[in-house]
């Protein structure tokens, strides 16, 4: 594992309104995750996990301090720049799956490649190469409905894997799944991370999925309450 | 057009609403097809009015006749190159709903002033030899031809409500010396006409020596106005005083009659459109209401704002020109049959200004209909519509 810090987060805090009221849910947090970590992200309900995931991952922007991923100041790119960021940088793998329903497993892993300028048979050379990564060779023109919770979960890791993005971020990638189909996508994130020297921020409830990560931290009211190696 | 499985995948998502939005834009733009034939038919003489041509009627109304003699006057009068004179027959072929729009004119001087009437020069011999000769529209003689088995050579009675019965017969009796065809395109192909000076000899006495209205052919189209001045200050004050106007503006005048067609179409067109925007809005709402974590996924892998916008509208736009086109295409492919009802619109074709407004209002539909939730879509916040999940 590099020693390198790929994540450098500095004194973010994040306030969301409802109405009149302000909850403060990241208030002054500091983070670091080193190139080729695997790192889980536990805590309560409403303890600021997946907002911090979401901080991490471009999609929301933070009320102050700095979000470092790999050495670009994301809390500083617009909109634009952002989207382009997260197309290179990051695959997202979701609790749901969030598959196309209309698309099959091959078109859905697809997607990410279409923002590339690569050609359409590069880019089906790319889909087989991260189906048959996550054991779903033959299973390239199923529709999502045809599919286990797995299998999705599977084309889920696929679509997020398919442009060698630098971070993987999982928000309860085990959530919606039974015990053995979820070990199957611990097993596969692991792979990912021990063979494929993916980074991995993994948000999870799961104190059974945290242990397969390299490190475990607790966040509990926005603050980041203990630190856990594996 | 590599994200064109991915626009049209999500038509495919609710299939029976698709297709019934589908279907609500096909006929709208089928009658909107239709409405352009009918509006042709009744305009059809406006747009292919000659500019160097006038039309001489009475001054009072287009039903009071003038006399025949104006020929030789109008035809002395400076500017004026040739005049042919036509006459409303009103003829009725056995039933009175096979009503065909009849003239008598003197062949020469007709055929020289429209020469968008097409006549092979055999057929002109024959009917100049025939003195109740009648030269028929490609249109209407083979529509008899195949209801009545009519054909070149027949003896074809009419009856008129106008003229009443010829003088010592009890119908008037036209032989079929040839066809005429339409050298323009709109151009009428549907009249029977026969020759002036049978119906001068067969009429009633006391109608004898009038004529209907009196075709003018101007040498320069640009003194048309000035000339249409002159003609009118030579019957100044007489009991027949005249009207000219451009062939134009007296086709568009007849028209009006039965209605200012252009506003009628539009008006129809209008609340239709205005109907199928609505329902293809809501469809398209409801589409990406439906999408909002999948748009927050696609936001998540980097798709930009621009491009997300892009694709709700591609998607808009493709149900729209699918719709509007596939009903474009059957209204235009009916009109190639002819007229479905010939004796009341002669004239039936989509004006291919008309085909490509269509396309620019589907174009047009797709782009409105998609505006609102393109523009939704483009600013969801990916959080948001993260946070739907679970």
């Known amino acids: ?65 700095s979000v470092q991923i790999g050495g ?39 997607l990410p490649l279409l923002l590339t300028h690569i050609s359409k048979r590069e880019r089906m050379a790319h889909v087989e190469i991260a189906l048959g990564g996550v054991g779903l060779s033959h299973r390239l023109t199923h529709y999502p409905r045809t599919l286990s919770g797995g299998e999705q979960q599977r084309v889920g ?74 | 057009m590599k994200f064109f499985a991915l626009v049209f995948s999500n038509l495919k998502r609710r299939k029976l609403r698709t297709i019934l939005t589908l279907l609500s834009i096909f006929v709208a ?12 038919a009744f305009l059809a003489g406006v747009s292919i009015a000659g ?33 042919a004179a036509l006459t409303w027959f009103g003829g009725i072929y056995q039933d009175p709903k096979d009503f065909i729009a009849t003239f008598p004119v003197d062949p020469d001087k007709y055929l020289d002033m429209y020469p968008e009437i097409v006549v092979a020069p055999d057929v002109l011999t024959k009917w100049k030899q025939t003195r109740n000769g009648a030269i028929v529209g490609k249109t209407t003689f083979d529509r008899f031809a195949k209801s009545q088995g009519w054909k070149i050579g027949d003896r074809i009675p009419f009856t008129s409500p106008i003229w009443g019965q010829p003088e010592g ?27 002036y000076d049978y119906f001068e000899e067969a009429r009633a006495p006391e109608r004898k020596g009038t004529i209907g209205w009196f075709g003018v052919r101007v040498k320069d189209a640009a003194q048309a106005a000035e000339v249409a001045s002159r003609i009118d200050a030579q019957f100044a004050n007489s009991p027949h005083e005249t009207k000219a106007e451009a062939e134009g503006a007296f086709a568009a005048g007849f028209a009006s009659q039965v209605g200012d067609i252009g506003r009628i179409v539009a008006g129809v067109v209008g609340a239709v459109f205005f109907t199928i925007l609505l329902v293809a809005g809501n469809t398209m709402g409801q589409s990406v209401r ?20 892009t694709l709700v509208l591609l998607e808009s736009c493709l149900l729209a020109l699918l719709g509007g086109l596939s009903g474009l295409g059957l209204a235009w492919l009916v009109t190639l049959g002819g007229s479905p009802v010939p004796q009341m619109l002669p004239v039936f074709v989509i004006p291919h200004r008309d085909l490509a407004l269509g396309g620019v209002f589907a174009l047009g539909l797709g782009l409105l209909a998609g505006a609102i939730p393109a523009i939704q879509a483009m600013r969801l916040q990916i959080a948001v519509a993260l946070r739907k999940l679970g």
């Open chain 1, 72 to 110: 670009d100041r994301i809390d500083q790119l617009n909109d634009r720049q952002l989207a382009a960021w997260r197309a290179r940088h990051v695959g997202f793998v979701f609790q749901f799956y969030n598959l196309m329903p209309a698309l099959n497993a091959a078109r859905n892993v697809e």
């Open chain 2, 290 to 309: 439906e999408r909002t974590e999948e748009i927050g996924v696609l936001k998540a892998m980097g798709y930009p704002n621009g491009l997300v916008l």
């Open chain 2, 51 to 83: 500019a160097d041509r006038l039309i001489v009627r009475h001054k009072v109304s287009l039903i009071q006749p003038l006399p025949q003699s104006y020929e030789a006057k109008i035809e002395a009068l400076p500017g004026v190159d040739a005049v």
């Open chain 1, 157 to 230: 890791i696929a679509r997020a894997i398919v442009t060698d993005p630098t971070l993987l971020l999982c928000d309860e990638p085990t959530g919606d799944l039974d015990r053995k189909s979820g070990d199957e996508i611990l097993s596969l994130l692991q792979t990912l991370n021990r063979e494929h020297g993916k980074t991995i921020v993994m948000v999870t409830h799961d104190p059974h999925a945290s242990a397969r990560a390299s490190r475990t931290v607790h966040l509990d009211k926005g603050q980041l309450s203990t630190e856990a190696p594996a």
């Open chain 2, 169 to 195: 017969q009890a119908q008037w009796e036209f032989e079929i010396v040839g066809v005429y065809t339409a050298g323009k395109k709109g151009a009428d192909d549907t009249s029977f006409i026969f020759r």
């Open chain 1, 1 to 65: 594992m590099s020693t390198e810090s790929l994540i450098q987060i500095k004194n973010v805090s994040r306030t969301f309104r409802r109405g009149a009221e302000e909850i403060h849910v990241l208030s002054g947090l500091n983070l670091e995750v080193k190139a080729g970590e695997f790192l889980a992200l536990m805590g309560p309900s409403g303890s600021g996990k997946s907002t911090l995931l979401n901080l991490i991952g471009g999609l929301d922007r933070a009320d102050q301090g």
């Open chain 2, 29 to 40: 733009f089928l009658l909107f097809g239709f409405l352009c034939a009918i509006k042709e």
